[in-house]
T-cell receptor, first 113, second 114 residues
Framework: DQQVKQNSPSLSVQEGRISILNCDYTNSMFDYFLWYKKYPAEGPTFLISISSIKDKNEDGRFTVFLNKSAKHLSLHIVPSQPGDSAVYFCAASEFSNDYKLSFGAGTTVTVRA | DAGVTQSPTHLIKTRGQHVTLRCSPI?????VSWYQQVLGQGPQFIFQYYEKEERGRGNFPDRFSARQFPNYSSELNVNALLLGDSALYLC?????????????FGPGTRLTVL
């Protein structure tokens, strides 16, 4: 069963504007969350992560927000650039099984010039 | 530095056959994980090996097996292939065995079962 859900399969945004990607999870034992980015014919590339003890983590243009009570996290990309066009996967893990990541189905982001 | 490499890139098999997929981790990485990505879905965890020992296994049948060699490279074997095994198989390596150790993915092997 899908414990990590990305309900928006696609997102189109104009260059320079903000991209907001959403992710929901059902497993309350998840305590570490990650975002990966994937270009065609390449493997996923780690983007940013957040531990459950935090509610925000920033790295350059990328910020991840975590709302534990709502079991929801989001990725903000500001400003969006054409090179950001890719598939973005949300992933999560729990301390007791920290060897494995549970992934969402992905959101395809298209940045329009 | 070379990233994670996987071979072959593409593979076509028929139902009932057996397949072996190979993965070479980043130099110095001791952990290798395997994921299956079916079209339209996210990667699903199959196995993790750390220091040549199986550390975790996902919800996959016994037809799936793997091993890790002394040089930390790994093989994923799938027996009695089914049409539903058609997928992109991803290998990831990391320095440690925890999910907080960044996992670096290879480009994957595209398996088609006819």
């Amino acid at each position: 069963d899908q414990q990590v859900k990305q309900n928006s399969p696609s997102l189109s945004v104009q260059e320079g504007r903000i991209s907001i990607l959403n992710c929901d999870y059902t497993n309350s034992m998840f305590d570490y969350f990650l975002w990966y980015k994937k270009y065609p014919a390449e493997g996923p590339t780690f983007l940013i992560s957040i531990s459950s003890i935090k509610d925000k983590n920033e790295d350059g243009r990328f910020t991840v927000f975590l709302n534990k009570s709502a079991k929801h996290l989001s990725l903000h990309i500001v400003p969006s650039q054409p090179g950001d066009s890719a598939v973005y996967f949300c992933a999560a893990s729990e301390f007791s099984n920290d060897y494995k990541l549970s992934f969402g189905a992905g959101t395809t982001v298209t940045v329009r010039a | 530095d070379a990233g994670v490499t996987q071979s072959p890139t593409h593979l076509i098999k028929t139902r009932g056959q057996h397949v072996t997929l190979r993965c070479s981790p980043i130099s110095g990485h001791k952990s290798v994980s395997w994921y299956q990505q079916v079209l339209g879905q996210g990667p699903q965890f199959i196995f993790q090996y750390y220091e040549k020992e199986e550390r975790g296994r996902g919800n996959f049948p016994d037809r799936f097996s793997a091993r890790q060699f002394p040089n930390y490279s790994s093989e994923l074997n799938v027996n009695a292939l089914l049409l539903g095994d058609s997928a992109l198989y991803l290998c990831a390596s990391s320095g440690g065995s925890s999910s907080t150790d960044t996992q670096y993915f290879g480009p994957g092997t595209r398996l088609t079962v006819l």
